[in-house]
């Protein structure tokens, strides 16, 4: 059964074209959303990227991509004006899911190699939070969630514990969450619900750039209780879960998905 088949709900994903993201494009596909991802990616990675969507596309949905600079407001306004005229008054976005994962993992003390400046927790910080508002609020003056919408990023555990080369992210992640708290607070009379989901240890991209993700890696087989690494569909099937009409009373939280990782 589609959940949301013919009820012209639209899923907008940031930072759709790999590992969270793309599982979560997928899996809401799959329920009946239509997709819309927002990505940046180079022409090299084009090919592969292309060959995923069409895999969505095959679901049956009205699928979007646009592979362009996310950060940029231009850029954003232009996406909205053409959402705008493509939804026309009967379509509306159900869920806005920011999976961006752009930032600085430079250490902040080293002898050989670039440290951590102000410029760069700010790149990292505006990127991977702030953006969350930015898309949040250009969509709603744009009249375009649904009454019932969902909001839902990815943290992680970094938000709480010290990592080599991290703290730029670290910082990020720490604002995503009180941003998350904040539109739950201050959008609720309009319907909104935003909550941050804490992804365990993912076997991503990204996870691969933060230097020693060799040793994050044998860590965390050994302290997680299930003793494996979180999957990108795990984390998407529990956006699934967030958007049904049952959570609709979940807002302002951060939930961990990560087989219980957390817990040692």
């Known amino acids: 059964m589609k959940t949301f088949k013919d009820k012209n709900y639209w899923a907008i994903i940031l930072g ?17 959303l239509n997709i819309c991802v927002i990505h940046r990616n180079s022409r090299m990675q084009e090919a592969a990227i292309q060959a995923a969507f069409e895999t969505i596309k095959q679901d049956d949905i009205e699928f979007k991509a646009y592979n362009i600079d996310a950060f940029k407001p231009e850029k954003r306004e232009e996406v909205i004006l053409e959402l705008k005229v493509l939804f026309k008054d009967h379509q509306k976005v159900k869920v806005l899911v920011h999976s961006v994962a752009k930032g600085n993992l430079k250490p902040m ?29 250009a969509l709603f003056n744009a009249n375009l969630f649904a009454k019932d919408a969902r909001i839902i990023s990815f943290t992680s555990e970094g938000n709480t514990k010290a990592w080599q080369n991290y703290a730029a992210v670290s910082a990020a992640k720490v604002t995503l969450e009180a941003l998350t708290r904040n539109i739950a607070l201050e959008f609720a009379p309009f319907g ?14 990204s996870l691969r750039l933060i230097p020693g993700s060799e040793t994050i890696i044998e860590h965390t087989l050994k302290r997680n209780p299930n003793k494996r690494l979180t999957q990108p569909e795990d984390i998407a099937n529990v956006v699934y879960l967030l958007c049904k009409d049952e959570a609709s009373w979940i807002t302002g939280t951060v939930i961990p998905v990560d087989g219980g990782e957390h817990l040692s």
């Open 16 to 32: 759709g074209s790999s590992g969270l993201g793309l599982a979560t494009a997928k899996k809401l596909a799959k329920h009946g």
């Open 109 to 137: 003390v080293s002898q050989d190699k670039p440290v951590l400046k102000n410029d760069d927790f700010a790149l990292t910080i505006n990127t991977m939070a702030i953006s969350l508002y930015d898309w949040t609020k």
């Open 192 to 205: 909104i619900k935003a909550n941050c989901i804490q992804a365990g240890v993912t076997d991503t991209a």
